[in-house]
């Protein structure tokens, strides 16, 4: 099983939006709508920011959104925070394996 | 409040053996799935394994099937990921972490709670 394909970077200027793109196949990301995605800050333990493709975990901010179309999930950050400068993974079940399957990683850089 | 706490920072040779640990605690133990995912040097995350403590019922990952054993010790409330024979390119911070429990199918595969990791070091 293969990961899922993200952008290696994104970056914005404080107060800008970007968004973050996941690409998978019809066996995971296409076929279900059990995309998750999480923020990793160096040397921290990643936390969980969408799941089920556009929920949000109590606690996590508004400006986090997430969606989906055919083969891409996305995650989109609105009014970009320079605490928002980390790294992201997305993750979707997966019918190909036992478990799941995260992304490739995105750093984002806040200008 | 909902807490993974691992155990400390290992330097292992190639060959020798090694078992580390993920203690949870304000939930409980025996009903959650509670996972490993591995993270080598500067590199992204991987799903490893997954147990339910309950009933020991595990599932690994192909990539990790028969690399590593996961079990737990629902008495203690006490996940463990142990390796019988280490290898350079274990090194990694693993870290554990549970997933939902109010949740159905696919969308039970995503992690709420995080340990704080443990590195891993196997010296060339």
């Known amino acids: 099983q293969s990961a899922l394909t993200q952008p290696a970077s994104v970056s914005g200027s404080p107060g800008q939006s970007i968004t973050i793109s996941c690409t998978g196949t019809s066996s995971d990301v296409g076929g279900y709508n059990y995309v998750s995605w999480y923020q990793q800050h160096p040397g921290k333990a990643p936390k969980l920011m969408i799941f089920d493709v556009n929920k949000r975990p109590s606690g996590v901010s508004n400006r986090f959104s997430g969606s989906k179309s055919g083969n891409t999930a996305s995650l989109t950050i609105s009014g970009l925070q320079a605490e928002d400068e980390a790294d992201y993974y997305c993750s979707s079940y997966t019918s190909s394996t036992t478990l799941a399957v995260f992304g490739t990683g995105t750093k984002v850089t806040v200008l | ?124």
């Open chain 2, 1 to 124: 409040e909902v807490q993974l706490v691992q155990s400390g920072a290992e330097v292992k040779k190639p060959g020798e053996s090694l078992k580390i640990s993920c203690k949870g605690s304000g939930y409980s133990f025996a009903s959650y799935w509670i996972g490993w995912v591995r993270q080598m040097p500067g590199k992204g995350l991987e799903w490893m394994a997954i147990i339910y403590p309950g009933d020991s019922d595990t599932k690994y990952s192909p990539s990790f099937q028969g690399q590593v054993t996961i079990s737990a010790d629902k008495s203690i409330s006490t996940a463990y990921l142990q390796w019988s024979s280490l290898k350079a390119s274990d090194t990694a911070m693993y870290y554990c972490a549970r997933m939902p429990g109010f949740c159905s199918g696919g969308s039970c595969y995503r992690f709420d709670y995080w340990g704080q990791g443990t590195l891993v070091t196997v010296p060339s």
